[in-house]
């Protein structure tokens, strides 16, 4: 379990957000999550979506870089593994693939990736999967203060410190990128 001192990232966000009123399914079980690891964030929603790193980092008027997006890959059509990448990082499937020991890495598609992690395309949170994933995160994430991800939907995110995210995914720093 992580530290229960922390504190949510209100600070980290602008005060012009509301928080959500945690009536979505969705939501509800990435803040549920979070806090039974005793991370405490604050998750905010939006009218307009926030299903990509530029819709995202829009909405909350902060830099693409500091977008934390979750993609799911299927190895050897078989294994599923996420990769927490940095909004404008792309993942290089061959860098992927030999880091696993695996011939093929794709992309999962849209129903794929709502069978394994149980939540929709686009509002994919790094956390709360239907079943454990192995993780591996861009170290680009890690150089700022606060990443933000999707909550569950999308158009709902949360601000979580980067070593938290790390480590409440098991995550390994990986160069799996372009």
Request: net charge positive; glycine share 6%; proline share 6%.
């Amino acid at each position: 379990m992580l530290s229960s001192s922390r504190q949510p990232y209100e600070g980290h966000l602008p005060n012009w957000l509301e928080r959500s009123p945690l009536t979505d399914k969705n939501i509800k079980q990435v803040k549920e999550f979070l806090d039974a690891r005793g991370i405490r964030v604050s998750i905010l929603t939006f009218k307009e979506t926030t299903r990509t790193s530029e819709l995202a980092a829009k909405a909350i008027r902060c830099e693409v870089d500091q977008i934390a997006k979750s993609l799911l890959f299927i190895a050897d059509k078989e294994t599923a593994v996420l990769v927490i990448a940095s909004g404008k990082s792309r993942v290089d499937t061959r860098k992927l693939a030999e880091k696993l020991g695996a011939s093929e890495v794709k992309i999962a598609d849209a129903k794929t990736v709502k069978e394994v992690t149980g939540f929709p395309i686009g509002g994919v949170p790094p956390v709360a999967h239907s079943r454990p994933l192995r993780t591996f995160i861009d170290a680009r994430l890690m150089s700022s203060p606060v990443a933000y991800a999707a909550a569950g939907t999308p158009n709902a995110i949360i601000g979580i410190s980067p070593e938290d995210l790390k480590n409440v995914t098991s995550a390994e720093v990986a160069d799996v990128f372009e």
